[in-house]
C-alpha cells in the first residue's frame, strides 16, 4: 500500500470498526451469499399517501437495507477474495448511509478496511468512493475533513463520481469565499468534464458565481405591504428561493433567527418561482412560517422559471451584498454567509445598516 496514502487514511480516519476484518469459516458458498443480495430490491413505490402507507414504505426499504448490508458482510468475511466483494461492500456502505443513517458506523468501518494492507485495489477504490459520500451527510465532520475525503476519493477512486461531487457540493455549500468555490468547480471540471452529475453541477455554479462582484439591482414592492424590498441602502443578505419544503424552510428560518439577534443582518427575499394564488397565499405561506423579513415576489418575471432576471436551477441561493448592492459572495446555504459576517463583525469590519 502507499505509505503516503496510509498516511492520509490514518490521518482522517481515526476510527475503527471492531470486527470488520476478522475473517470466519466459509459457513456458505460465495454464491449463495451474492444470489440472496442480488434478490433483495427495494419495494415498489406506494400509492398509499397516508403517514401510515408512508411510514410502511420507509420500514420496508430499510429492511431490505439491513440486509444487503448484513449480506455483503457476511461475503467479505466468509470470502474476502472473492471478485463480488467490492459491488456488495459499496451497496453495505451505500444502504448504511443512505438508508439506516450510520454514515458515521461507515466512516469507521472504512477506517479499519482501508489501513489493512491486504485490501484490493477495488475494494479500496469503493470504499473511498464511499467515504466521501458519507462525509458529506455526517454532522460532525468538518468541511476541511470533508474536502480531503473527496480528493482522497478522486485519487483512490477516480473512475468514480462520488469524489468530485463532493467537490461541486463543498464549493456550492460549504464555503462562503468565492476563490476556493471557482478553484473546486474548476478542479471538477478539469477532470471529471464528462461526468453525469458532477460537472453540470460544477458549470451551473460557476456561472452563478458570475454573479460575484456584480451590482444586483432591485427594487419591488413587499408582498405583505410593509414598503419596497430593496437591493440597495446598506449590507444585506439577500435570499433567492422557491418553495416552502422542509429543507428550504430550515435554511429560512436560520436566516430568520439571524436577523432577529442584536446586530444581525438586514435580509431581503425575492420568491422567484410562481407560486399558486398568487402574493396573497405566498404571504399567507410566510406567515404561518414565521418569516418575518421583508419578501418580494415579481410574479410577471416568471413566466419562465429558469431564465429570464431571476432563473436559477437551485435554491434557495443565499447573497452577501454591501451598501451599493455589489455581491460579494453566495452560497446555497446560509451558514457560511452567516459565519463570514459574523468574523467580520468580530473584528469591527461592519455593523447591522438600517
Known sequence: MNRLVLALVLALLPLAAPGLSQVGPATRPAADIVRDYDREQ???MSRDATDE???????????????RAALALELRRAHPGHAEVPRLMAGRWAAMTNVLDQAGETLAEISK???????????RAKAAAAAARAAMVHPGVSRDRRLRFARLSCRLAPAEELGPLALTEIARYETADPAEARALCEEVLAGWKDTRYAAPAARGYLKR?????????FDLPAVRGEGRVRSVGGERLVVLWSGFSERVLEELRTLEAARGRPGGPVVVGVH??????????????????????????PEEELREPWSGPWGL???????????????????HRIGPLLAVRAAATEKGGEGRSR
Open 42 to 44: 427495494g419495494p415498489a
Open 53 to 67: 402507507g408512508r411510514a410502511a414504505f420507509r420500514a420496508a426499504h430499510r429492511r431490505v437495507a439491513e440486509r
Open 113 to 123: 478496511l482501508l489501513a489493512e494492507e491486504e485490501t484490493s485495489a477495488a475494494l
Open 209 to 217: 458565481l458570475e454573479r460575484v462582484g456584480k451590482i444586483l439591482d
Open 272 to 297: 422567484v418561482w410562481r407560486q399558486e394564488g398568487g402574493a396573497e397565499e405566498l404571504a399567507r405561506r410566510l406567515a404561518a412560517a414565521g418569516l418575518r423579513f421583508p419578501v418580494a415576489y
Open 313 to 331: 436551477s437551485e435554491t434557495p441561493l443565499f447573497l452577501r451584498l454591501d451598501a451599493e448592492g455589489r455581491c460579494l459572495a453566495i452560497s
